[in-house]
Nanobody
């Protein structure tokens, strides 16, 4: 069973950092590709990053160089470290799991979703 729970969001000033977590209490997350997406008000959901079951990592162009995805198999958790945040990063961030081959940035190819965590970047 896959039940994803995100945490770590909050209010941060421009230039600040946050680490988001995506945890699952069921099947090992290492069996899945885990993607992070975000959706700002009035905008489409956007792929932020993904780590596949065999360790391949992808980043969206808008966050490349500022974001690092990682996986802790012992804790069954995937992390998204975000640095140098700016107001354009304000959104609800979701993690999602895909069980098969997929294009990491296509949200409809993911099978399971968390409830989301709000990230607000503001002074």
């Amino acid at each position: 069973q896959v039940q994803l729970v995100e945490s770590g969001g909050g209010l941060v000033q421009p230039g600040g950092s946050l680490r988001l977590s995506c945890a699952n209490s069921g099947y090992p997350l290492r069996r899945y590709a885990i993607g992070w997406f975000r959706q700002a008000p009035g905008k489409e959901r956007e792929g932020v990053s993904c780590i596949t079951s065999d360790g391949k990592i992808y980043y969206g162009d808008s966050v490349k160089g500022r974001v690092t995805i990682s996986r802790d198999n012992a804790k069954n958790t995937v992390y998204l470290q975000m640095n140098n945040l700016n107001p354009g990063d304000t959104a609800v961030y979701y993690c999602a799991a895909a069980g098969g081959p997929h294009l990491w940035y296509l949200d409809y190819e993911y099978d399971y979703w968390g409830q989301g965590t709000q990230v607000t970047v503001s002074s």
